[in-house]
């Protein structure tokens, strides 16, 4: 494959896969990365010849505009509050995609997160606490699966004792009582 069919092919490559998913800098270079592994494989290039394309490829993306990690950091926090998921847990989530600690940090800051009501919707999809079923489950095990979704033992502590009503209102004002 010649150079030209090589970058372009990339080029659609990472367009086709922008237009269906977000992604950060770092994680387009690893998908197109592996794109061109096989890719060299198959036309039996060296993967270097390759990588260097990637790299320019991936440059271009981040400076169209097309790749942005900060808002893609920003999104990604915003879409854990409504999932529920922990502020610790998005961390680390966008730490696997590729996002520097700074970038998400700063993400996590300027976004709508909170914890508190991460913890009450995650409650609320997990039937825990102020949501639970009636059973009798113990409350080790229920604070444990708390903890595992990354909430801390302060936080746990406060959705547990709300009310059912409590939480509810929390997630209607997006304020904890």
Same mark, same amino acid.
């Not at 922008?18 to 770092?26: Q, V």
């Given at each position: ?47 270097? +010849?390759?990588? +260097? ?22 999104? #990604? ?15 680390? @989530?966008?730490?696997? #995609? ?39 489950? +113990? ?28 939480? @509810? +209102? ?8």
């Amino acid at each position: 494959m010649t150079p030209e069919r090589r970058r372009k092919y990339l080029k659609n490559a990472a367009a086709y896969y922008l237009s269906r998913h977000a992604a950060s800098e770092e994680h387009l270079r690893r998908i197109l990365g592996r794109k061109a592994i096989r890719r060299a494989q198959e036309h039996e290039q060296d993967p270097e +010849d390759w990588h +260097d394309d990637v790299g320019a490829i991936v440059t271009w993306f981040v400076e169209q505009g097309f790749v942005n990690d900060a808002e893609y950091a920003r999104s #990604k926090a915003n879409m854990g509050l409504v999932r529920g998921k922990s502020a610790r847990r998005l961390e680390q @989530e966008l730490k696997a #995609k590729g996002v520097d600690s700074s970038t998400a940090r700063e993400a996590m800051a300027n976004s709508d997160h909170e914890d508190d009501i991460a913890c009450i919707r995650f409650a609320r999809r997990r039937r825990l606490g102020p949501f639970g079923r009636g059973d009798t489950e +113990d409350e080790t095990r229920e604070v444990a699966r708390f903890a595992r979704a990354g909430f801390g033992f302060d936080t746990i502590r406060r959705v547990r004792a709300l009310t059912r009503e409590e939480a @509810e +209102d929390a997630l209607l004002d997006g304020v904890m009582p």
